[in-house]
């Protein structure tokens, strides 16, 4: 059980265009959703937390413009890279928890994405 | 600023022998802390958690120890084997009364036949 899949696994873009990657929890329902990126032998970072049905919130120096995110069912989250650059080149990870006050193991990850902007 | 330190140099170990990895914090007091394995090009999957009132933990052939003293955890894999290389990370919720864990860098285990 607590299976969260990612689509795509990985893409390629062109600067400038828009990339929407999908988070699903696949056997349970999903409250709380969040999203990470992770640099090359860099720890996650927390870019946004989203619950089902009102608007994420953002972390510090996260532009809510530039990663829209929708949560609009308790199983789909989609993060939306808009006008990609290649400094927005990644690793994208989500995890899901199936309540709204995650604590200890309550979080469970995707397999990631891998986003390569040209 | 609270800081979570992990070695960033690989670990290499030969087949059988114990791994130890250890998680240093600063500026922090975690009621509990935790840790994720990750495969190259995966996400984390969550292997232990250790309350800040337990001393040590295991599970199969995993042992967490957590010195709120010290302001660390050890974590130890006995017997080690090839597919247990990986990059191992610890995590601790922060401070502020957020539930979120916040990540270590991690540490790469290479366990050599």
């Known amino acids: 059980g607590a299976v969260v899949s990612q689509h795509p696994s990985w893409v390629i873009c062109k600067s400038g265009t828009s990339v929407k990657i999908e988070c699903r929890s696949l056997?349970?329902?999903?409250?709380?959703m969040f999203w990470y990126r992770q640099f090359p032998k860099q720890s996650l970072m927390l870019m946004a937390t989203?619950?089902?049905?009102?608007?994420?919130?953002?972390e510090q120096g996260v532009e809510k413009d530039k990663f829209l995110i929708n949560h609009a069912s308790l199983t789909l989250s989609t993060l939306t890279v808009t006008s990609a650059h290649p400094e927005d080149s990644s690793f994208y990870i989500c995890?899901?928890?199936?309540?709204?006050?995650?604590?200890?193991?309550?979080?469970?990850f995707g397999p990631g994405t891998r986003l390569t902007v040209l | 600023s609270q800081k979570i330190e992990q070695n960033s140099e690989a670990l290499n170990i030969q087949e059988g022998k114990t791994a130890t990895l250890t998680c240093n914090y600063t500026?922090?007091?975690?009621?509990?802390l935790q840790w994720y394995r990750q495969d190259p090009g995966r996400g984390p999957v969550f292997l232990l958690l250790?309350?800040?009132?337990?001393k040590e933990k295991r599970k199969e052939r995993l042992k967490v120890t957590f010195d709120t003293t010290l302001k660390q955890s050890l974590f130890h894999i006995t017997a080690s084997q090839p597919a247990d290389s990986a990059t191992y990370l610890c995590?601790?919720?922060?401070?502020?009364?957020?539930?979120?864990?916040?990540f270590g860098r991690g540490t790469s285990l290479i366990v050599h036949p």
């Open positions: 995890s899901a928890s199936a309540t709204r006050e995650v604590s200890y193991n309550e979080q469970f």
């Open positions: 250790i309350r800040e009132n337990e």
């Open positions: 056997d349970f329902q999903a409250t709380t």
């Open positions: 995590a601790l919720p922060p401070s502020g009364g957020s539930y979120i864990p916040t």
């Open positions: 989203s619950n089902e049905g009102s608007k994420a919130t953002y």
């Open positions: 500026n922090y007091s975690p009621a509990y």
